[in-house]
């Protein structure tokens, strides 16, 4: 349609019909089967049947029938049959699960994480999907707060930018009618993050200096890389729920941004500003949503119980409204759902497509590179085919090996790595005891009564528990190498998952201390959606992969890289602390006036453990060893217009092939505020043969160079600068150059 048809349409909608497109619920509403799955807290919102004939979109219906049932249905009731859009959380995946997000940008790979959107993005669009509620571009710095797992980015606004424009790119392609692609919603905007505490939905407060400088740019990259939608975050920005903040959504994301798509509310976020105390009561939360620019309220039904009213007593309130439809209109008219209500839904291509051969084997391949090699003393690494080997642990034969937004996948499908393991080893050479549980059931509980599900109760745990880990020290006896699979539980990270503790729990390291005790050597692999405590375990292992949630295919992959068919080659994007008291920790942190150089009481330390993390930003090991040398400037002296052009020599001093990801840091040593001790300006993950030995380049140019300053000026100041460059953001060598004006 064209848009002069759109604005017709609009004119001849009805107030109740506008106020409808302005509605999203969750699909159960129009399905008895009510299997969707509902992320937020499901609640009756008591619209009425014409109401609900009139909701613009549906959340999280997967499946062409299902989409196509709910699309008639909702369509045979609907006067100016306007289709419903769909809109869903396939955030790492639909039927093929992925690697969580963390763990995807731990690849420092543009084309893999590219490749694994567009898959994902496939996959749903036939099963029905046109919005998809990713990427979830939120910075973050504090392992508490469950979310982590969902970050791309981490703890580093560069990969951030560089993650937002890959995915929405990726998922949006260039014609959102085409099968494939599925409109972005980027998410959550703002600087959901940095909830105080870690504790999820929490207090967000910071300059906009602070929040221009770390947590805006990758939103910003988004917009700018033409996300459709936005989704605004549950928690206050400076004082302001971020779902009625003014600020934020028009004079940031609209005026500055020239944002033109859609702004949707998180799930009841616009009810939930009356708990927050910046609505008086439900009325204001609809007049303070619709001021603010919010065009889709999410699972409540402030604008459905409200906004006729509020557009009777003002006729500025409709004009609002009709900019909103008419923006919810021009999505569906992109999507090609006026001419076809059911997108590209497909029942056969859902049937040949949808987890396919191929896919399956991409994905493995895919989700290899995601994988974070944190030690690998006396090449305990990769095996030996010919040691007996014990694996021993709650994730050695566990197939729930996918992320807490995997709900479309199917978890009891995936194989696990006993699985694998018996693929290429023979029974007198390959040993199991499951060793502990996960969590004891006090933790379990902890988790099934959060979700509103039975309790378990298991008799004389202590008991039995005591006995299991017997059963594992017998078993470990006969091994020459233990493999630990340990980790948490995939409901104790993701949304509402916020920890105070982020230790292993007791259970596993009375598991790790027994078996330690036989002296052999022990390789973890560690299951998890955030950086864990791990200075309390990590001495008692010769090696350690790091392999978060994997997804589908993680066994098979997780196998061939401990095998040596595949050379690890993942980094962290964000830093591992010495504990939760450490949190928030991040690379990129200001000097202070007292950094710690010497043993001495009254620097910036703690007095109980060490002040840099225990394992670094950019940080991973390979099979590999690459040594680093001649890092050269071209000049050491710029103006702005010039370009300085970085080398250094990188070399493959093994027998392995394998990458590397070089990573380029800049200092800014003096600035009118205080400027990181480093940032990540540029990274390159590049293939090395056998004993090859290479020279990469990287320029720095004067956007390399700006920041926020205290007016607010996005700019580059003279002075000196130092240049790092290495495998991780610790071991670098640095080269210094001047900025002159
Ligand atoms: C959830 C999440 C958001 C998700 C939305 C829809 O509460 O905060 O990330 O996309 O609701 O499920």
Not at 328 to 346: A, S
Not at 358 to 376: G, H, I, P, S, Y
Not at 532 to 547: H, P, R, S, T, Y
Not at 553 to 561: F, L, M
Request: hydrophobic fraction near 40%.
């Amino acid at each position: 349609m064209k848009d002069k048809d759109l604005i017709n349409l609009l004119n001849q909608m009805t107030l109740d019909e506008k106020i409808g497109q302005m509605v999203q619920v969750a699909g159960d509403i129009f399905l008895e089967d009510t299997i969707d799955v509902s992320t937020g807290p499901l609640k009756n919102l008591g619209l009425s049947n014409e109401m609900l004939y009139n909701v613009g979109s549906i959340l999280n219906v997967m499946g062409a029938e299902r989409v196509k049932k709910v699309q008639d249905e909702y369509l045979s009731k609907s006067r100016l049959k306007i289709p419903l859009l769909f809109m869903d959380d396939v955030i790492n995946g639909y039927k093929i699960a992925f690697p969580i997000p963390i763990a995807q940008g731990c690849s420092w790979n543009v084309e893999t994480i590219k490749e694994m959107t567009k898959i994902s993005a496939m996959e749903s669009n036939i099963a029905g999907a046109n919005v998809n509620f990713s990427p979830m571009v939120d910075l973050s710095r504090d392992a508490r707060w469950g979310r982590v797992m969902e970050s791309i980015e981490g703890e580093d606004p560069y990969l951030g930018q560089v993650y937002a424009k890959a995915m929405v790119e990726a998922y949006q392609g260039k014609d959102l009618s085409e099968l494939g692609n599925i409109a972005s919603c980027v998410k959550h905007i703002a600087a959901y993050g940095a909830v105080e505490a870690g504790r999820d939905y929490n207090t967000v407060d910071m300059s906009e200096r602070e929040f221009r400088q770390y947590y805006l740019p990758s939103y910003k990259a988004a917009i700018e890389s033409g996300a459709e939608m936005i989704m605004t975050s549950f928690n206050i920005v400076n004082g302001i729920p971020a779902t009625i903040n003014k600020w934020l959504i028009q004079d940031i994301i609209r005026n500055e941004l020239n944002f033109k798509g859609i702004v949707i509310s998180d799930y009841g976020a616009i009810e939930e500003t009356i708990a927050h105390g910046a609505s008086k009561d439900e009325k204001q939360a609809a007049l303070n949503a619709i001021n603010a620019g919010v065009d889709i309220e999410m699972m409540s039904s402030m604008y459905s119980n409200n906004l006729k009213e509020l557009c009777l007593e003002n006729k500025e309130i409709e004009e609002k409204v009709n900019e909103s439809v008419l923006r919810i209109l021009r999505l569906k008219n992109k999507l090609g759902l006026f001419e076809n209500p059911y997108g590209n839904i497909d029942k056969q291509k859902e049937d040949i497509y949808i987890m396919n051969k191929d896919n399956l084997e991409r994905a493995k391949k895919l989700t290899q590179e995601t994988f974070v090699m944190l030690k690998n003393e006396n090449n305990i690494l990769p095996l030996d085919t010919n040691k007996k080997i014990a694996l021993i642990g709650p994730y050695a034969d566990n197939s729930a090996i996918t992320g807490s937004w995997s709900m479309f996948s199917d978890r009891t499908k995936n194989k696990t790595i006993l699985d694998m393991f018996k693929e290429r080893m023979t029974n007198e050479k390959l040993l199991y005891s499951k060793g502990t549980e996960i969590l004891r059931e006090e933790k379990i509980n902890e988790i099934l009564r959060a979700d509103g599900l039975p309790l378990i109760h298991v008799e004389n745990e202590k008991e039995k528990e005591e006995l299991s880990i017997k059963e594992a020290f017998e078993t470990a006896k006969e091994a020459e190498i233990i493999i630990l699979l340990l980790g948490e539980h995939y409901r104790q990270s993701g949304e509402a998952c916020s920890r105070s503790n982020i230790s292993l729990p007791e259970n596993q390291i009375k598991l790790i201390n027994e078996l330690h005790r036989l002296n052999k050597p022990m390789i973890m692999i560690l299951f998890n959606g955030r950086p864990l405590q791990l200075n309390n375990v990590a001495d008692k292992f010769d090696g350690i992969l790091e392999v978060w949630f994997p997804g589908t295919t993680g066994a098979r992959a997780i196998t061939e890289v401990l095998f040596g068919d595949v050379n690890p080659s993942g980094k962290l994007t964000m830093s591992f602390p010495q504990n939760a008291g450490q949190c928030p920790i991040y690379y990129n942190h200001y000097n202070t006036g007292r950094p710690l150089l010497r043993d001495f009481r009254y620097m910036s330390r703690y007095q109980d453990i060490p002040t840099e993390s225990f394992y670094s930003f950019g940080y991973g090991l390979s099979y590999c060893n690459f040594k680093y040398e001649n890092l050269k400037l071209d000049k050491n002296k710029m103006t702005e217009e010039d370009i300085i052009t970085v080398t250094i020599d990188v070399e493959n001093q093994s027998a392995y092939e394998g990458y590397e990801v070089i990573q380029l840091y800049i200092q800014d040593l003096f600035g009118s505020v205080v400027r990181p001790v480093k940032e990540l300006k540029g990274f390159k993950k590049e293939f090395f043969k056998p004993f090859e030995k290479r020279q990469i380049k990287f320029e720095i140019d004067i956007e390399m160079l700006k920041f926020w300053n205290q007016d607010l000026e996005y700019i580059a100041e003279e002075g000196d600068f130092k240049v790092y460059v290495g495998g991780n953001s610790v071991n670098v060598l640095e080269e210094t150059f001047k900025l002159n004006r």
